[in-house]
């Protein structure tokens, strides 16, 4: 079983202008399963259900693999990760465009939204372990809700996940106001006991022109 993330553009997500779930990450999928003849069971997770569940659903082995699972070392001793990763990007605070561009240390004084559970919110935690006006949301979906209506002025998450607003939802109007040092690799993330599954799909990915699906999908736009 594969936990398809609803809301992860461009590594996956649930595709409302063709009603499925789509994304780099299914097309590098489908191709290892042609090379493998290994079959993916990919219905298993409900567009309502939060990044929490599916967490713990791949923790006691409910569920085998997910395509988007953030290394970080909190998470280290609960789950094993893919060698290769399919986009890296830069962890980034997003804004609306008329907002003024801040320092680092401006940062405290703004009211930042973060996806509970995720990796932005841990790197943003210790970047800035004193914030006290944040505000923490079930998605990525309802955190950019959240940024479009005014309730936040800022929201972590990376430089790629631009894209959901312009390229997919084809909001105008954000842009990157902070980039951080430190990047995000996307990486496949597997239930600790699959570290067969694991190695087999690793080394499947090396006849895979993983590159190629990479740049497709950080150029596509939706009309």
């Given amino acids: 079983n594969i ?3 609803h809301d992860a553009y461009p590594a996956s997500f649930y595709n409302m202008v063709e009603d499925r779930y789509d994304g780099a990450a299914y097309d590098i999928l489908m191709e290892v399963s042609e090379l493998t003849d290994i079959s993916f069971n990919w219905d298993c997770m409900p567009i309502e259900k939060p990044l929490s569940d599916i967490l713990a659903k791949l923790k006691t082995g409910e569920i ?4 988007q ?3 970080s070392e909190s998470r280290k001793d609960d789950y094993i990760w893919s060698y290769t990763s399919y986009i890296t990007t830069n962890f980034a605070l997003l804004s609306k465009s008329e907002y003024p561009d801040l320092q680092p240390f401006q940062i405290y004084y703004a009211t930042v939204g ?3 559970e995720s990796v932005h919110e841990e790197v943003f935690e210790d970047a800035y372990p004193d ?3 944040t ?14 209506s005014g309730e936040i002025d800022l929201l972590m998450l990376s430089e790629t996940m631009l894209l959901v607003q312009t390229n997919y939802r084809e909001k105008l109007g954000y842009k990157v106001n902070l980039t951080f040092d430190k990047t995000l690799d996307t990486l496949y993330g597997f239930n600790k006991d699959e570290v067969i599954l694991r190695d087999i799909f690793d080394k499947s990915l090396a006849y895979i022109d993983v590159k190629g699906i990479e740049e497709d999908w950080l150029t596509r736009a939706y009309d």
């Fill in 69 to 71: 699972l953030l290394y």
């Fill in 64 to 67: 085998s693999m997910m395509p």
């Fill in 114 to 116: 973060t996806v509970n």
């Fill in 3 to 5: 936990a398809l993330m």
């Fill in 131 to 133: 914030h006290e006006k």
């Fill in 135 to 148: 505000i923490v949301y079930q998605d990525g979906n309802e955190a950019f809700d959240a940024l479009e």
